[in-house]
């Protein structure tokens, strides 16, 4: 069974940081681009980062919001997947979930509040 | 950026009703598009990828079609365990772009 679970969420004021953590099971994740995916309240879905295979060097794609304040890493060890989120803003506030390419898996998310 | 209009943003339909929902792309993306259904307070659920194909486990009953720049997503027969959001994604240019949503009532 695919597994994907997020933690490290929580309450952050503005201008601090987070780092926030997916643990994934059941599939090849070393086989995978990793994509965080983001939520506000009551609002659309927004697509923030991903970060490639090894095969392709790791390398990593960003919104225009969050590039420069937000990066994206793996250890392909212990399966996981992260979000290191500095210079948070208000406009931040919202469930953080990750996914693999196209989407095909969701954990159940983390809720980031900036305030 | 790749702008996804979804059409339309909220439908009202009836149990058994065959319902359409489309995706319009702002530029073509060939088949690179996803459909996902979200429940309230549930995470985001994948349907359809590649515009066509149907996730594993996901009932016969919802279908993708389209290329380049028009989409659609059908439920064949509506029954009350569809009211969610759906969403289009395209994944063939960064930024990787969703649709603003259809909420589907009955």
């Known amino acids: 069974e695919v597994q994907l679970v997020e933690s490290g969420g929580g309450l952050v004021q503005p201008g601090g940081s987070l780092r926030l953590s997916c643990a994934a099971s059941g599939f090849s994740f070393s086989d995978h681009y990793m994509d965080w995916v983001r939520q506000t309240p009551g609002k659309g879905l927004e697509w923030i980062g991903r970060i490639r295979k090894k095969t392709n060097s790791y390398t990593t794609e960003y919104a225009a919001s969050v590039k420069g304040r937000f990066t994206v890493s793996r250890d392909d060890s212990r399966n996981s997947l992260y979000l290191q989120m500095n210079s948070l803003k208000t406009e931040d506030t919202a469930m953080y979930y990750c996914?693999?390419?196209?989407?095909?898996?969701w954990g159940q998310g983390t809720l980031v509040t900036v305030s | 950026d790749i702008q996804m209009t979804q059409s339309p943003s909220s439908l009202s339909a009836s149990v058994g009703d065959r319902v359409t929902i489309t995706c319009r792309a702002s530029?073509?993306?060939?088949?690179?598009l996803a459909w996902f259904q979200q429940k309230p307070g549930k995470a985001p659920k994948s349907l359809i990828y590649?515009?066509?194909s149907l996730q594993s486990g996901v009932p016969s009953k919802f279908s993708g079609s389209g290329s380049g720049t028009d989409f659609t997503l059908t439920i064949s027969s509506l029954q009350p365990e569809d009211v969610a959001t759906y969403y289009c994604?395209?994944?063939?240019?960064?930024?990787?772009?969703f649709g603003q949503g259809t909420r589907l009532e009955i």
């Open positions: 994604q395209q994944y063939t240019t960064y930024p990787i772009t």
């Open positions: 590649d515009a066509s």
């Open positions: 530029q073509g993306i060939s088949n690179y």
């Open positions: 996914t693999p390419h196209r989407g095909d898996y």
